[in-house]
C-alpha cells in the first residue's frame, strides 16, 4: 500500500460492511488502467442501500478528470463523467466541474456542475441538476429566466457565499439561492430563493420583500435549508442600520420570523440579547436549531454562545457556554460547540469542548439533548471508559460521529435518526480503534443508557493516519 492506494470508504451494518471504492482501483466504465485517484465520499446510502460518489481519476486525457457513480456497494456504474454532452444543450456544451450535494431516499440525486462550449458564455454556466441515474434533468443553470422575477431577469449566479449548494428532500422538492441580472432588477432586489421541481421551479422568496416579523425589508438571504413537507428555513439581512439579522422558517411565500437580533435571549440571564446566528438546521416538524451569540451586561466571552431549538414564537435554551457541563465534575463548563445533529422529535446530538476552573482546554464529549424533558446528559467524554464488549473495558481518546442510516428527509448524511440512534469512531489510549452503532435507550429521567451493535447503515471514510 502507498499513497496511490491508501484511501477507501465503506458502506454497511456492523456486520456486514462493504467497500465502496478504494483509490489505485478500476473506475467503472472507463478502459482499463483508468483508477480512482481521489473521491469526495458517498453519499448517505438509500434504505435499499443504493449510494452515490464522485471521484478524481487517473490516466485519462485533461479533459476527462472526474466521474459520478451510482449503485450498490461493488457495483456500481458510471452516470456522467466530465466532457460529457451536457442534455438539452447545445452540441459540444459539455459537463466541466461538478460536485454531488445529496441523494434522498427514494435515490434522487441532486449535483452541482459547470458546463463549457460553444453555446455558453466565454466564463461557462453554473447549474442544478437533479433525478435518477438514468433520468437527469436541469435544476437551473446561470443564463436561464428566473421565475417569479420580470421578463428578462436571468440568473446570474447560483448559491449565497461562496459555494453553490442545493438540497433536495423526499419527494425530489429543490431549493436554492440564486442572483440575477437584467429585467430591470437592482441592488436591492436582485436575490432569491427558489424551491420546486425540474420544470417547476417557483420563487419562494426575495429581497427587497417586507421581512415577516419587521418593519423592514429583506436586503441578502444565506443558503436556505429545507425539509420534507417542502418548509424552508434561512439566516437574512434587513435593510437598516441596527438589528438586521434574523432567522425566518415555514412554507414558502408566508414564512415567520422566528428569532432576531437585538430581542431579549430566553434563559440567557437578565439583559442578554442576541447579537448573531449561524443558519438555522430544521427538522420534519418544522423546528429550527441555531447557534447564537450574545450580548449584554452580564455577558462576556466565556458565556457568549448559545445553542437554541425554537419554532416562530417560542425560542427554547438548550446550552450555553460557561455553564457547568451535566456529567462532569464541579467546574467543567462548556467552552464551544458545533452545529447539532437534530432529528424529527427535536432531540440533538451536541459535541463539544469543555473547560474547567483551572484552565484545562481540549476535553471532548458528547451530550443528548431531549426535547421532551429539556435535560441535558453527558454519552461519552475522552478520557473515560468505554465498553467495547462485555468484559473489554478501554479508555476513549477521540469520539468522532460518522453517517448512519439513509440520510435525513434533505438527503444529508445523518448522525442521529428518527429512532435516536447513532453511528461513531472510536479511538483508544491504547492505539485500537472502531466503529459502533449505538442506541439512546430511555430509563427513568435518563435517556442516554448506550446500547451497542444495532444493525442499521451506515457509511464509514478510512485513510492513513499520518505523522505531522
Known amino acids: 500500500m502507498d499513497g496511490s492506494n491508501d484511501e477507501g470508504d465503506w458502506v454497511g451494518t456492523p456486520t456486514n460492511v462493504s467497500l465502496v471504492l478504494r483509490t ?8 482499463t488502467g483508468t483508477t480512482y485517484a481521489s473521491n469526495a465520499g458517498p453519499t448517505p446510502p438509500t434504505p435499499g442501500g443504493s449510494i452515490a460518489y464522485s471521484a478524481n481519476l487517473s490516466s485519462l486525457p485533461s479533459e476527462t478528470v472526474e466521474g459520478l ?42 449535483f452541482y456542475a459547470t458546463i463549457a462550449g460553444p453555446g455558453t458564455p466565454d466564463i461557462g454556466t453554473d447549474s442544478f441538476w437533479s433525478g435518477t441515474q438514468t433520468n437527469l434533468a436541469l435544476v437551473v443553470a446561470t443564463g436561464n429566466q428566473a421565475p417569479g422575477m420580470p421578463s428578462g431577469a436571468l440568473f446570474d449566479r447560483l448559491g449565497a457565499g461562496t459555494t453553490p449548494p442545493a438540497l433536495i428532500n423526499a419527494s425530489g422538492q429543490t431549493v436554492f439561492s440564486g442572483y440575477v441580472t437584467g429585467g430591470g432588477v437592482t441592488l436591492a432586489n436582485y436575490q432569491g430563493i427558489w424551491i420546486g421541481k425540474p420544470g417547476n421551479v417557483a420563487l419562494a422568496e426575495r ?70 446566528f449561524d443558519g438555522p438546521s430544521l427538522n420534519a416538524t418544522g423546528q429550527t ?25 417560542n425560542l ?28 424529527a422529535l427535536g432531540n440533538m446530538l451536541i459535541q463539544a469542548d469543555v473547560s474547567s476552573d483551572g484552565g484545562r482546554t481540549g476535553n471532548y464529549g458528547l451530550w443528548f439533548a431531549n426535547a421532551s424533558t429539556g435535560s441535558l446528559s453527558l454519552i ?3 478520557g473515560s471508559p468505554f465498553q467495547v464488549a462485555p468484559g473489554d473495558i478501554r479508555t476513549l481518546s477521540t469520539l468522532q460521529l460518522s453517517v448512519l442510516g439513509a440520510g435525513d428527509e434533505i438527503g444529508n448524511g445523518r448522525q442521529l435518526n428518527d429512532s435516536n440512534q447513532f453511528t461513531f469512531l472510536a479511538n483508544f489510549t491504547d492505539g485500537s480503534n472502531g466503529v459502533f452503532t449505538a442506541s439512546l435507550v430511555p430509563e427513568p429521567s435518563t435517556w442516554v443508557t448506550l446500547s451497542l451493535g444495532i444493525a442499521a447503515l451506515c457509511v464509514v471514510r478510512l485513510r492513513p493516519r499520518r505523522n505531522s
Not at 24 to 31: E, H, I, S, T
Not at 79 to 96: C, M, N, S, W, Y
Not at 292 to 311: D, E, K
Not at 321 to 339: D, H, M, R
Request: net charge negative; no cysteine.
Open 380 to 382: 461519552a467524554m475522552d
Open 24 to 31: 489505485g482501483d478500476q473506475a467503472p466504465g472507463f478502459a
Open 316 to 343: 427554547s435554551l438548550v446550552l450555553q457556554s460557561g455553564e457547568q457541563a451535566p456529567g462532569t465534575s464541579a467546574g467543567t463548563l462548556f467552552s464551544s460547540w458545533g452545529a447539532p445533529e437534530f432529528n
Open 289 to 313: 436549531a441555531f447557534n447564537a451569540f450574545l450580548t449584554g451586561p452580564n455577558i462576556t466571552s466565556s458565556n457568549s454562545q448559545a445553542l437554541y431549538r425554537a419554532t416562530p414564537g
Open 207 to 276: 429581497t427587497g420583500n417586507a421581512a415577516p416579523g419587521t418593519s423592514l425589508n429583506f436586503a441578502s438571504f444565506d443558503n436556505p435549508t429545507l425539509n420534507s413537507t417542502g418548509e424552508i428555513a434561512f439566516k437574512g439581512t434587513l435593510t437598516g442600520t441596527t438589528n438586521i439579522y434574523g432567522i425566518w422558517s415555514g412554507s414558502p411565500g408566508s414564512v415567520q420570523l422566528v428569532v432576531r437580533n437585538g430581542q431579549q435571549a430566553p434563559g440567557a440571564g437578565s439583559g442578554a440579547t442576541f447579537s448573531s
Open 69 to 110: 457513480w451510482y449503485g450498490q456497494p461493488g457495483s456500481s456504474s458510471l452516470v456522467l463523467a466530465t466532457g460529457t454532452q451536457a442534455p438539452g444543450f447545445a452540441t459540444g456544451d459539455t459537463f466541466g466541474n461538478f460536485e454531488t450535494m445529496g441523494m434522498n431516499s427514494s435515490g434522487q440525486l441532486i
